[in-house]
């Protein structure tokens, strides 16, 4: 018989969501909290990143910000409701930019869209890079009751 824990591992590896960068569960319940790790824009089945067409050298040849934190919200807003929790009991939200001067009006403008009947806590970092070619990591904190 599995643990609650590894069943909730297992269950959190779901065909909706894109694949694990690294060795961890895309979700995580504790203490009546569901803790989503960093979830970036891309595809589920996919390595496809929405808005992005890189040549072979890794330059631009399509940057669409908006579409990743589209990409990025439709994530985790999966996540959540696969764990037993929903959009509307997000309570803290992490926010990873490549480039905060570029991107944050815009994330701004999109975020209030999405938020606007939810006001989780929010911090917004700028970091150096991500672990692929995308623009924006989220990592959020919800209620699981």
Known sequence: ?????????????????????????MTRKAGGLI?????????????????LKLDKHGNYI??????????VFKNVRTALEEAGSSWDKI????????NMKRDFTAFNRLYAE????????????EVNSLPSAIAVELKVIASAE
């Open 62 to 71: 399509e940057f669409d910000f908006e579409a990743q934190v589209h990409s």
């Open 91 to 98: 309570v803290d939200v992490q926010v990873f930019l490549v």
């Open 1 to 25: 018989m599995l643990t609650p824990i590894i069943k909730h591992y297992i269950r959190s590896m779901s065909n909706n969501l894109p694949k694990p960068m690294g060795l961890y569960p």
């Open 35 to 51: 803790f989503v790790s960093g979830m970036g824009p891309r595809e589920a089945g996919t390595d496809n990143i929405p808005g």
């Open 114 to 125: 999405y938020f606007k009947d939810n006001l989780p806590c929010r911090t917004t970092v």
